[in-house]
């Protein structure tokens, strides 16, 4: 796995948003408001993950150096490959890959994680907040059927009640 690319995430979101501006010229005489609204939101999400995918291609994948120093006087050496961890955003699901430090018997160490304050579990702070906000509500099954149809996000109703918890 390779770092995320900072040149292709910012080439990608211009074409995204070119692509945008074209479909509402292209549409607009033809297609009702409700349509249009709801086709630029779908599209503007989409923008939204390249977005969240340049934000960790600036951030970096948490390389520290060679060696990594513990608190506890611990030295663990940097792994030669890249490990990759899910993100997913309200925006949706990608990879996010990140520098590792391991000493023999122990834990690997992924700086990353504490610099860009990564949650536990692969879903952003964002999406746990609005699961947990729409699961007061709705049961869910229902909570899960909500983000299914205004963002595209397939999360199992499951889920939801560990992030609740």
Known sequence: MRAIAAEKCITEGKLELQRLFEYVDINAKEFKAYEMEKDIFEKILRICLIAMQYYFSQKGTGDVGAELKLDSGKILEKESQLRSRGYFSIFGKFEVPRSSYRLEGHW?????????????????????????FISIRDSFDEAALSLKKFFGLDIRSSRFEVIVE
């Open 108 to 132: 690997a160490v992924m700086p990353l994680d504490a610099q860009a304050d990564l949650p536990q579990r692969c879903y952003s702070y964002f999406l746990q907040e609005l699961m947990d």
